[in-house]
C-alpha cells in the first residue's frame, strides 16, 4: 500500500486516489465520535454551506496541496484563486486545472500573495485559509502570517467577505500562535461588525448583519 501511494503521489491521479478515502474517513470519524480534526468531507460541504449561504461565487484558497478542495468544490463557484508555496504543488495543480479557466493556480507564499490579489478584487470572497499556518512539513512557517492575512481581508475596501480557516486547533497561544481568545478579541475591537466563531475545528468569521 505504501509503495502504491509512493507511486500514485508522483502521478497527477494522486488527488483521486486520495478522494477514494473520503468517505471512509468521515465514517470513521463519526465512528470515534467526532474528535477535533474533522475529515476533508466536511470540510468541503461546510465551503459549499458557507458559499450558499452569504452568495459568495468567488472563492480564494491557501494552501492547494493536491487540489482536493478544489475538485470538491469547483461546480459551487464562478471563479477560484488558489495559492501554493510549494512549486512542484504549485505546477502539479496547474496542469491538472488548466483546463478549467475559472480556476487559477497562484504560486508563491500566501502573506505576500493574498494581499496582492484582494488589490484586484471588486467582490465579495469566500476565504478558505488553509496554508498550515503553525508548520507544515518543510516549511519554515511565519507566525505573524495569518494575523497579516486576516488584517488584510478585513480592511479591504468590499465588505462582505467570509473567513473559512482550518486547523482552528492550532490557535492555542503555544509556540507564537495566537489564542482564539485574542483573535476573537482583536476583532471585536479592530473589525467590528464581524461575528467570530469555531465549529468542527474551522474558524467562521462572517459579517454580523447578513448581506
Ligand atoms: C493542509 S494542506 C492544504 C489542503 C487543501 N487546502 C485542501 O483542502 O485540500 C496545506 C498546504 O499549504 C501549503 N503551504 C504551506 N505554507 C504556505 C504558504 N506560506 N503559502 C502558501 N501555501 C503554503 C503546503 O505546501 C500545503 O500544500
Not at 475529515?39 to 458559499?51: A, C, D, I, S
Not at 470572497?125 to 492575512?149: H, I, N, Q
Not at 507564537?176 to 467570530?196: C, M, N, Q, W, Y
Amino acid at each position: 500500500m505504501k509503495a502504491l501511494r509512493k507511486f500514485l503521489r508522483r502521478t497527477l491521479w494522486y488527488g483521486v486516489f486520495k478522494r477514494l478515502g473520503h468517505y471512509p474517513d468521515y465514517w470513521y470519524w463519526q465512528l470515534r465520535g467526532k474528535p477535533i480534526r474533522s475529515p476533508h468531507l466536511l470540510k468541503q460541504r461546510t465551503v459549499r454551506e458557507y458559499g450558499e449561504k452569504y452568495g459568495l461565487r468567488l472563492l480564494i484558497e491557501t494552501g492547494t496541496y493536491y487540489g482536493e478542495m478544489i475538485s470538491a468544490v469547483k461546480n459551487s463557484f464562478d471563479r477560484i484563486y488558489s495559492v501554493e508555496k510549494d512549486p512542484a504543488l504549485a505546477h502539479r495543480a496547474a496542469r491538472i486545472f488548466a483546463r478549467d479557466p475559472k480556476i487559477q493556480i497562484l504560486e508563491g507564499d500566501s502573506q505576500q500573495v493574498l494581499p496582492a490579489l484582494l488589490k484586484s478584487l471588486a467582490q465579495p470572497a469566500l476565504f478558505w485559509l488553509d496554508a498550515g499556518y503553525y508548520g507544515w512539513a518543510g516549511l519554515e512557517s511565519d507566525k505573524r502570517r495569518l494575523s497579516v492575512e486576516l488584517e488584510a481581508i478585513l480592511r479591504h475596501a468590499v465588505k462582505g467577505h467570509v473567513i473559512l480557516m482550518d486547523d482552528a486547533h492550532g490557535l492555542d497561544g503555544k509556540r507564537g500562535a495566537l489564542t482564539i481568545g485574542d483573535l476573537k478579541s482583536r476583532i471585536d475591537s479592530e473589525f467590528p461588525g464581524h461575528h467570530v466563531e469555531v465549529k468542527y475545528d474551522i474558524l467562521r468569521v462572517t459579517p454580523s448583519a447578513q448581506p
